[in-house]
């Protein structure tokens, strides 16, 4: 994959294994956001009430397709917080309500509903999940024995931050449909490392991160809910879409694009990425990565005295690896790593573990991976900030 | 001050004068601009959690002292809707109170306050200005004229959006912060359009544009809070920040700074917004804008028939200028000006009246007025759009 190097921005001095937290975008991306941004300031109230909006309304088109869904059933959002806190902000929860969900989502999240949650006297259910997963039927069986008469929606991560996991949503979206659950993916971790077909899942909302996996710049995220659940959803910034004196075909549209002036090239690119991707073959660049992944997740768990967090197949891991890890001091650790190795790696806590993530895309190779494990030996080695 | 059009990244061919809505961003900010998102994309990791936050700190100093408050009562939105729905969103209303406004104010904010207070069953109070305007003290009396036991904060525009006046906004907080009400000043026109002083106001909330008159790129705006009134205010999106695991010394900051991945590279070119200005001896140019907007507004209102909707002063106008317009389509009207006559000018419905709008900055000159008027005169003769 090492011709693909030459696509990113990124620096040559880091070993750069934390593609996972904010995803780094590739030149022809990058200059095409630069180029809007231009196109803007040369006609601003042209391009904002005008131009951009057929750009954006092509872009949804494109996204649209490239997720399988009707362009007009997606919003753009800077990012999946900002999704779900428009979920939970307008889900009308009533006292006693529950909503299940794991111990394994991201933080941002478990705060968001939490914050939700107490305002309504409702209940953010996080039911806990042994690690290591042991399979795809085991974990269902967990899962729902957190579900009760009083759950009234899912909430799950299609792939987990910290711990770096796809976990069986399709399946257990279509068992909460069934027992007249609404279900929402966190999907900030999906598009571009699975592939998504939103039209014939069971998901009736879902959010998912074009700045990740799909490379587009920063803020370029979306939120997508089942035609029939729009009514539910109210906007989060409320402006001119709202109750609109010139309303689209789409309320959802009007309700959740429209939220005063901001720089909305982000979202312009998002045809520009799906096309970099097609044309150079990303589904065959994806499985190479998830087999350098597997590949090398024995070594780390073994440098950090581990087992694996599930079976080591394309199931549960995709492009990220985490593995726990012994250091009393995470925050230190992740930036001795980066000062001294020149290594971009997350170590992250998560309640009372914590994990070290490596993520992989087409620029990184087997060395980087060496480098990681090289200098995890040393640090072991030389300080005691790995046990 | 024609030297100064250089700076500018408009289109020659267009008329522009509608630097109100989104403001035009001067070139050495928008260079600044996008070397911070490239930047970013060379190392995204520390860049958004490291250097990109003390960039982050630098600008809101900078920014601090331009508006003279304390770096740590401003946090950074992408826009005054943003911060108008924070608060709205955060204060505790009651069935019965009542939030007292006027009738000239943005309607999306009007929006989000009635969204807000209906569902608290509170009343948003649009008290009717009488226009024209006769003096201050008379706008005074009549603004309190909505005035009730039930009143619970003011909410008032420093410069209006349509009706492009600047109310006295300084003399009504004084008033109302006697009275023992809160005062939230929508000042999204108000920054380098007039000085700022916010430690000495009676303002306890207030929030500014930085992409209008002190052009920087779009998105990036500011909400003051005094200190003691922090508390009240809630994250508008839940993140990290609340109830934040590693917090800073100012709650206010991690509650509203931290809001899921986005480019923040906007936010971080107020200082070279400010920098510009000061170099180019920005309270001049802007004595100059406004000696040319009140020398033509005459003129205006005689081609329109309508008279002007305040004394024509400082007081009342700064670099805005509308006067009413009658046309039964205002939308057509605008677009047909830009499209035949290539003059980007907004022709805004408010109530049950419509108003034309010009502004003034640096690059435009008594040849673009001349233009508009001109062209306006052009179509009463070929159209039925103006009466």
Same mark, same amino acid.
């Given at each position: 994959?090492?011709?693909?190097?030459?696509?990113?921005?990124?620096?040559?001095? %880091?070993?750069?294994?934390?593609?996972?937290?904010?995803?780094?975008?590739?030149?022809?991306?990058?200059?095409?956001?630069?180029?809007?941004?231009?196109? +803007?300031?040369?006609?601003?109230?042209?391009?904002?009430?005008?131009?951009?909006?057929?750009?954006?309304? &092509?872009?949804?088109?494109?996204?649209?397709?490239?997720?399988? /869904?009707?362009?007009?059933?997606?919003?753009?959002?800077?990012?999946?917080?900002?999704?779900?806190?428009?979920?939970?902000?307008?889900?009308?929860?009533?006292?006693?309500?529950?909503?299940?969900?794991?111990?394994?989502?991201?933080?941002?999240?478990? &705060?968001?509903?939490?914050?939700? /949650?107490?305002?309504?006297?409702?209940?953010?259910?996080?039911?806990?999940? @042994?690690?290591?997963?042991?399979?795809?039927?085991?974990?269902?069986?967990?899962?729902?024995?957190?579900?009760?008469?009083?759950?009234?929606? %899912?909430? *799950?991560?299609?792939?987990?931050?910290?711990?770096?996991?796809?976990?069986?949503?399709?399946? %257990?979206?279509?068992?909460?449909?069934?027992?007249?659950?609404?279900?929402?993916?966190?999907?900030?971790?999906?598009?571009?490392?699975?592939? %998504?077909?939103?039209?014939?899942?069971?998901?009736?909302?879902?959010?998912?991160? /074009?700045?990740? !996996?799909?490379?587009?710049?920063?803020?370029?995220?979306?939120?997508?809910?089942?035609?029939?659940?729009?009514?539910?959803?109210?906007?989060? *910034?409320?402006?001119?879409?709202?109750?609109?004196?010139?309303?689209?075909? @789409?309320?959802?549209?009007?309700?959740?694009?429209?939220?005063?002036?901001?720089?909305?090239?982000?979202? +312009?690119?998002?045809?520009?990425? *799906?096309?970099?991707?097609?044309?150079?073959? !990303?589904?065959?660049?994806?499985?190479? /990565?998830?087999?350098?992944?597997?590949?090398?997740?024995?070594?780390?768990? &073994?440098?950090?005295?581990?087992?694996?967090?599930?079976? +080591?197949?394309?199931?549960?891991?995709?492009?990220?690896?985490?593995?726990?890890?012994?250091?009393?001091?995470?925050? &230190?650790?992740?930036?001795?790593?980066?000062?001294?190795?020149?290594?971009?790696?997350?170590?992250?806590?998560?309640?009372?573990?914590?994990?070290?993530?490596? @993520?992989?895309?087409?620029?990184?190779?087997?060395?980087?991976?060496?480098?990681?494990?090289?200098?995890?030996?040393?640090?072991?080695?030389?300080?005691?900030?790995?046990?």
């Amino acid at each position: 994959m090492q011709h693909l190097k030459k696509h990113f921005l990124l620096r040559d001095d %880091i070993t750069f294994l934390n593609f996972g937290s904010f995803g780094a975008c590739v030149k022809p991306v990058f200059e095409r956001y630069q180029k809007y941004q231009l196109e +803007l300031e040369r006609e601003p109230v042209q391009f904002i009430t005008v131009n951009g909006l057929t750009y954006l309304d &092509k872009s949804r088109a494109a996204l649209g397709k490239y997720l399988n /869904c009707h362009k007009d059933d997606l919003v753009y959002v800077t990012n999946p917080s900002y999704a779900v806190n428009a979920i939970a902000k307008s889900f009308n929860l009533q006292p006693g309500d529950e909503i299940l969900s794991t111990n394994l989502e991201y933080g941002a999240c478990d &705060k968001t509903w939490e914050y939700y /949650c107490q305002k309504a006297g409702a209940r953010f259910v996080r039911q806990p999940i @042994s690690l290591p997963i042991q399979s795809k039927e085991e974990f269902i069986i967990e899962f729902f024995k957190g579900l009760t008469s009083r759950t009234k929606m %899912i909430f *799950i991560s299609y792939i987990t931050s910290s711990t770096g996991l796809r976990l069986p949503v399709e399946e %257990i979206c279509v068992i909460a449909k069934e027992k007249g659950l609404i279900t929402f993916v966190d999907g900030a971790h999906a598009p571009a490392q699975v592939p %998504i077909d939103l039209d014939n899942s069971s998901f009736d909302m879902f959010t998912g991160a /074009c700045h990740k !996996w799909m490379m587009t710049p920063k803020g370029s995220s979306f939120l997508y809910v089942k035609k029939e659940l729009q009514p539910l959803v109210d906007p989060l *910034i409320v402006s001119w879409g709202y109750k609109s004196m010139s309303p689209s075909d @789409s309320t959802f549209l009007d309700y959740h694009q429209t939220n005063g002036t901001r720089d909305f090239s982000a979202f +312009l690119t998002i045809p520009d990425a *799906i096309q970099f991707m097609e044309e150079n073959d !990303w589904t065959s660049v994806s499985r190479q /990565c998830r087999e350098l992944v597997i590949h090398n997740a024995p070594t780390l768990c &073994k440098i950090l005295g581990a087992a694996p967090l599930a079976p +080591l197949n394309d199931m549960f891991i995709r492009q990220l690896f985490s593995s726990s890890i012994k250091t009393s001091e995470p925050e &230190k650790l992740q930036r001795y790593l980066f000062e001294s190795y020149h290594v971009q790696v997350p170590v992250m806590r998560h309640g009372d573990k914590t994990y070290l993530r490596y @993520s992989i895309n087409a620029f990184n190779d087997q060395h980087d991976l060496d480098r990681l494990f090289d200098a995890i030996g040393d640090i072991k080695k030389k300080t005691g900030l790995v046990e």
